[in-house]
């Protein structure tokens, strides 16, 4: 009967038991000592006490707290601050801890100690552990998000080699957002693995097979292709390198596809500027083409010319001088220079350049920039940031002249001023026409009969003309010159240029010349009459449907630049708004804009000074004979 009745007993104590709840397990804590992590003795603290609940479970403590763990006679001892009402935990032997707590106490000094903890509760949802530091008797709170964000900065790449490698970069959005986002890309052909899969431009793959084809076909051999595998193969960290953020099937296991795509449109691009060329020096019909072929025939190309050259220059759609010169090597069998490769790609884009062309150039568009900009020069001298400069118009009124410089470069950009330009000019003439044993004579000198005709034209001349002649020439003996390189506005003019101001912006080494420029012939530029002006000088050549969309072209290129105070045309719209500021100028620039403009009030003009003189020499006739001596 007893036994029975114990037996109930113990089901009844079990039952109540598990009606309770599961039993709370204590946390293990341990502390660092010395150079290990010893296990320290188990503990287990309330959930009351630990878990910030007051009274029940559904009382949650959210402001901020930090736990400090302290050894007491032997004993480790924690407490628990809060940033308004402090509290301990008790004793670590004597206390319970939460089922969901867990706790690390850290050894640093003496007896004090760092303790980590991490809290999880059903209720609340579980956050990044928090570190307090001390050091003496102060305390350093290192939060989750300062742990967070020292992880991120130790992954950070600092290194300068990371910007040196890459040259061929995607534009970013802010910079296409503020201009033509059309400008940055192809419109024919992809180059590169930017746009290889725009559906747009899918039609040109199967010509670039071909191309392949007729590449491997002229070098004979049953190896041609494997032959220019191996120049990709070779060089296909320093193809991967030179391109900024690319897409993950380009890498990785996907570099094959990388390298087929590689040798396909080197060999592509090259077969272009081989069939330009012969095209250029008069040969209609060369190796493996048809009249009739859509691309690489006569009429063909001519049709595709001006397309495949501007997508050539698109900063998105580049290959590297590198690859095209190692492939043409292997296709042609014999060492190429730099020079060479340079040249090739300078004749395709119908550009000159006269300087140093030794160095093998990064890629077509740094081709480009190259001979629009030259070599990239430090200049000691600095203008300002906020500068700007009066319009065509208004420089005319101020006695500027404009001519066209013998290059194309904007190196060439001068201001010379007053009689220096007159001395530059003579200099200038005698350097470009020399003389030779075999010059003509009569080229370098006027002959009696010329000179006779030059005097007769000027004694009937109108009177008018002779009588502004003087003051014409004393304004041009102290008249400036700006002298300025040809441009032609086409449909593609934005296209290029807004291609060479990005790689200006992506690449720090290309410098910032084309960006100069740009915003120099935005100041110039402020309406149809401006580029009228340039267009008489042939400093422009203009291309499109009228001079207000030349204007408004000028007016949109250099969006969201700032001018580089180092840059030459710093220096050159600085001495240009000197020489404005001058009160000569000032004054000039006043009576031609009120005397000049019109016939009718120049004529009242000369007339009112005519009269002016008059009077004054009768005043003096008049008051002579006063003071005439009497015999």
Not at 21 to 42: N, Q, T
Not at 223 to 237: F, I, P, R
Not at 482 to 489: A, F, G, Y
Not at 567 to 596: D, G
């Amino acid at each position: 009967m007893e036994m029975s009745q114990s037996v109930d007993d113990k089901e009844k104590a079990s039952s109540d038991k598990s009606m309770e709840g599961p039993e709370e397990e204590p946390v293990m804590v341990e502390e660092k000592l010395g150079e290990g992590l010893l296990p320290a003795e188990k503990a287990s603290c309330s959930s009351s006490s630990i878990g910030g609940m007051v009274g029940n479970k559904d009382v949650v403590e959210e402001e901020p707290q930090t736990v400090e763990a302290t050894e007491k006679g032997g004993e480790l001892q924690l407490s628990r601050r809060s940033m308004e009402t402090p509290w301990e935990v008790g004793s670590l032997g004597a206390e319970k801890a939460s089922s969901s707590s867990s706790m690390k106490a850290e050894k640093v000094s003496g007896s004090s100690s760092v303790l980590r903890q991490e809290e999880t509760h059903p209720e609340i949802e579980s956050q990044p552990p928090m570190e307090e530091t001390v050091q003496g008797k102060d305390k350093f709170v290192k939060e989750w998000w300062v742990v967070d964000m020292e992880e991120k900065l130790s992954y950070t790449d600092q290194s300068p080699d990371r910007w040196a490698k890459h040259f061929i970069f995607r534009v970013p959005e802010w910079i296409k957002n503020m201009t033509n986002s059309n400008a940055y890309e192809p419109w024919l052909v992809s180059l590169g693995p930017y746009h290889h899969d725009d559906a747009n431009l899918k039609p040109m793959e199967e010509h670039k097979r071909r191309a392949v084809l007729a590449v491997t076909t002229r070098m004979g051999g049953k190896n041609a292709l494997m032959e220019l595998a191996s120049v990709v193969e070779n060089m296909v960290d320093y193809l991967q390198g030179a391109y900024d953020d690319l897409d993950e099937q380009w890498v990785g296991g996907n570099t094959g596809k990388f390298k087929e795509m590689m040798l396909t449109d080197g060999c592509f691009l090259l077969e272009i500027i081989r069939v330009f060329g012969l095209i250029s020096t008069g040969k209609t019909s060369y190796h493996l083409y048809k009249s009739n072929d859509p691309v690489f025939g006569m009429r063909g190309f001519v049709s595709f010319y001006l397309a495949l050259k501007a997508d050539v220059i698109v900063m998105e759609n580049q290959l590297p001088l590198l690859l095209l010169k190692e492939l043409e090597e292997k296709i042609t069998g014999k060492s190429l220079e730099s020079k060479e490769i340079n040249d090739l790609v300078l004749n395709f884009l119908s550009r000159t350049y006269e300087g140093n062309r030794s160095s093998l150039r990064l890629h077509p568009l740094d081709i480009l920039h190259l001979s629009f900009c030259g070599e990239q020069e430090e200049n000691k001298q600095f203008g300002n940031w906020d500068d700007t400069m009066p319009s065509i118009k208004e420089l005319a009124e101020a006695g500027i002249h404009f001519k066209k410089c013998n290059t194309g470069s904007v190196h060439n950009i001068k201001f010379q001023s007053g009689v220096v330009s007159m001395i530059h000019g003579f200099v200038s003439r005698r350097r470009h026409t020399p003389i030779t044993p075999i010059t003509p004579l009569p080229t370098l000198v006027l002959s009696m009969r010329r000179l006779l005709t030059l005097i007769w034209g000027v004694l009937i001349m109108p009177i008018r003309v002779l009588l502004i002649m003087p003051i014409r020439m004393l304004l041009f003996m102290f008249s400036s010159v700006l002298r300025m390189p040809e441009i032609e506005v086409n449909d593609r003019t934005e296209k290029e240029f807004l291609n060479l101001i990005a790689f200006e912006r992506l690449y720090g080494s290309a410098g910032s010349n084309a960006t100069a420029f740009m915003i120099f012939m935005d100041d110039l530029i402020d309406s149809e009459k401006d580029v009228e002006i340039l267009r008489s000088k042939g400093i422009i050549n203009n291309k499109l449907s009228s001079d207000i969309e030349a204007a408004k072209l000028f007016n949109t290129l250099s969006k969201g630049a700032l001018l580089n105070p180092s840059s030459h045309l710093s220096t050159v719209r600085h001495s240009v708004n000197e020489h404005c500021k001058k009160p000569w100028n000032v004054w000039r620039a006043n009576f031609i804009q009120t005397y000049m403009k019109n016939p009718c009030v120049f004529s009242a003009f000369v007339a009112s000074v005519l009269l002016l003189i008059a009077t004054f020499l009768q005043t003096i006739y008049t008051v002579m004979p006063y003071y005439k001596p009497r015999t």
